[in-house]
C-alpha cells in the first residue's frame, strides 16, 4: 500500500521494475489530478514488489525447469473402490445443510463462438437447457434424496450455491439467474462472488496500462478463489451456515456433480481437508494433467513438465498393469471449509503464472494506444491447485471416477474434433443410456436417451421404467 507524497515512493518503483509507472504519475499530476488520483488509486492496491518478484521466479522456473524423473515424482495414492456407507454417509451430511456446492464460473464462451458466460450457453439438450440450469437440476436432485433418506431432520436438506464469476461474465450471470428465476433454486441459497485480478506485464515484466490512467488486469485464475471467498464475505457466509464441505467445479463440465453423496461420505469417513476426483490415464502420450505425490505433498503437474521415462513408467495393481502416474486431473475439488479458511490468510503465497498473450495497451513512451500484432505479454494466472502444497499427502483424497459418468467438458467450437457441443451431448445420452438398459427400460431407434436430473442424479429411482418405451415416457 502506497501513502503519501509520490517522491517518496520512487525508490519502491524502481525496485519493483516500475519506473515507467512512476514516471506516468509524474506526469499526469502536473497535467490532470483527476487521472493522477485514478492511476494512483490502482497502483496503490497493488503489491509492487511482490508482483515483481513472483514474475522473476515465474521466468526462472519455466527456464531452468527440467522433467520430472521417476525419482522425482511418485503416484499419490488412489481410491478407485467405493464403500457402501459412504452414499448413506454423503446423504447425511447434506441433510444437515453442511454441504455447498462451488461454480467455477469466470470463463466467457468465446472459443464456444458465444458472448455469454460459458454457463450459460444451450448445448442443444431436451428444453434447451444451459449449463447452469443442468447443474441446478443437480443440486434440487441432490437436496431431495437427502430429504427422502433423512426426514427427520429438522430443518429441509439445503445446498449453498456459490457461483465465482469475474468482471467480465457478473452482470450477464446475475441478469441470466434471475430472467430464469434461478432455474427453481431459492434466491437466497445462491451466494455470487467475484474473483479478483492481477496485472498485466510486458516481457520485461512492467505492467501495463490500459489507458493513460488505468492499469490493464485481467482475471487472477481459479486459484483466485481463495482470496475471493475472504474478500466478499462469501467465507464468511459459509461459516455462519454452518457449511463443512464444499464441492468446486468447473462450469463447463457437463458431467459434473455440484454435490455427490458418494464423494461427500468419502472425506466425511476419511477426514480429508482437500480432495479431488481423476480419471485414469490409460496412455503415455494423453496431453493431461496428473495429480502426484512431491514431497510428500500432493501436486498437480502438467504432461510437460514429466519426462518421457516417467511418464511411461508403469506398474502392477490388482493384477492389472497399469501407467504409475494415472491420476488425471478433471478439475474437481473438495475442500473442508477450515482449509479455505487457511488458505485465505495464505493466498498471497501462491506463485503466479505466465500466458503469453496479445495485450492491447497504452504506450507511455510514445503516448498513445497500442494494438499488438504478436503476443507482447503475459497475463497472470493462479491455480487452484498450487495450495496443495499447504498439505500432507495423507488429509488429500484422490477418488479415481470413470470418465463415462464424470467427465465432458465443453471448451471449443464444432471446428475442434473434441470436448464440444457435440461430444457433451453424446456423452450425456451414452450415460441416459446406460441407465435406461439398466433399469430395463426400452429403447428403440430415435428415442431420446437423456435422463433430467430431475429424474436422477446418478442412475438411482429408476426402477419404474423396467418394461417401459422411453418414448412413451420422456425422461426429461
Not at 471467498?229 to 462450469?251: D, E, F, P
Not at 456433480?257 to 464423494?263: A, I
Not at 430395463?440 to 430431475?454: N, R
Amino acid at each position: 500500500m502506497l501513502e503519501g507524497a509520490l517522491e517518496n515512493y520512487r525508490p519502491i518503483f524502481e525496485k519493483a521494475n516500475q519506473l515507467h509507472i512512476y514516471d506516468q504519475l509524474k506526469t499526469l499530476k502536473e497535467v490532470s489530478s483527476e487521472k493522477f488520483q485514478t492511476l494512483w488509486g490502482e497502483v496503490k492496491s497493488l503489491h509492487l514488489e511482490e508482483i515483481w518478484s513472483k514474475f522473476k521466479d515465474a521466468i526462472e522456473h519455466s527456464q531452468k525447469r527440467s522433467k520430472l524423473a521417476p525419482s522425482d515424482v511418485s503416484p499419490v495414492p488412489i481410491i478407485s473402490t467405493i464403500e457402501d456407507s459412504w452414499y448413506s454417509l454423503g446423504l447425511e451430511e447434506i441433510s444437515k445443510g453442511r454441504v455447498a456446492a462451488l461454480v467455477l464460473a469466470g470463463g466467457q464462451g468465446t472459443r464456444l463462438g458465444s458472448d455469454d458466460p460459458k454457463g450459460c450457453f444451450n448445448i442443444g439438450l431436451p428444453g434447451n437447457k444451459t449449463l447452469f440450469e443442468l447443474q441446478a437440476l443437480k443440486i434440487q436432485r441432490a437436496e431431495r434424496l437427502a430429504r427422502e433418506a433423512y426426514p427427520m431432520q429438522k430443518q429441509p436438506a439445503k445446498v449453498l450455491w456459490y457461483v465465482m464469476v469475474s468482471e467480465a461474465t457478473k452482470d450477464i450471470t446475475l441478469s441470466f439467474f434471475e430472467k430464469n428465476d434461478y432455474f427453481g433454486i431459492q434466491k437466497e441459497k445462491v451466494f455470487f462472488f467475484e474473483q479478483g485480478k492481477l496485472p498485466c506485464l510486458d516481457v520485461e515484466g512492467r505492467i501495463l496500462l490500459e489507458s493513460d490512467c488505468t492499469v490493464s488486469q485481467s482475471p487472477n485464475g481459479n486459484g483466485g478463489v481463495y482470496e475471493a471467498l475472504k474478500n466478499t464475505g462469501a467465507l464468511q457466509h459459509m461459516k455462519n451456515s454452518g457449511i463443512a464441505h464444499v464441492t468446486a467445479y468447473s462450469v463447463d463440465n457437463v458431467l459434473a456433480l455440484p454435490v455427490d453423496p458418494v464423494f461427500i461420505g468419502m472425506v466425511q469417513d476419511k477426514g480429508y481437508q482437500v480432495a479431488m476426483k481423476v480419471v485414469e490415464k490409460k496412455v503415455a502420450e494423453e496431453k493431461v494433467g496428473l495429480v502426484v505425490s512431491q514431497n510428500a505433498h500432493p501436486s498437480v503437474v502438467e504432461y510437460s513438465e514429466i519426462s518421457e521415462e516417467a511418464s511411461h513408467a508403469r506398474e502392477t495393481v490388482d493384477g492389472k498393469t497399469c501407467l504409475r502416474l494415472r491420476a488425471a486431473n478433471i478439475a474437481y475439488h473438495y475442500f473442508s471449509v477450515d482449509f479455505l479458511e487457511h488458505m485465505s490468510h495464505n493466498a498471497r503465497y501462491l506463485p503466479v503464472h505466465l500466458a503469453l498473450k496479445k495485450i492491447p495497451n497504452f504506450d507511455v513512451t510514445q503516448h498513445q494506444f497500442y494494438q499488438p500484432s504478436s503476443p507482447n505479454g503475459y497475463k497472470l494466472e493462479m491455480f487452484i491447485f498450487d495450495s496443495f502444497e499447504q498439505i500432507p499427502v495423507e488429509k488429500f483424497g484422490c477418488l479415481q471416477v470413470s470418465r463415462d459418468t464424470s467427465f465432458s467438458p465443453l471448451k471449443n467450437s464444432l471446428n475442434a474434433p473434441s470436448d464440444n457441443k457435440e461430444t457433451c451431448i453424446r456423452d450425456l445420452y451414452a450415460l441416459g443410456r446406460k441407465w435406461i438398459l439398466q433399469n430395463g427400460g426400452i429403447l428403440e431407434q430415435g428415442d431420446c436417451p437423456f435422463v433430467a436430473p430431475s429424474f436422477s442424479l446418478q442412475g438411482e429411482s429408476l426402477e419404474w421404467i423396467r418394461g417401459k418405451r422411453i418414448a412413451e415416457i420422456p425422461l426429461y
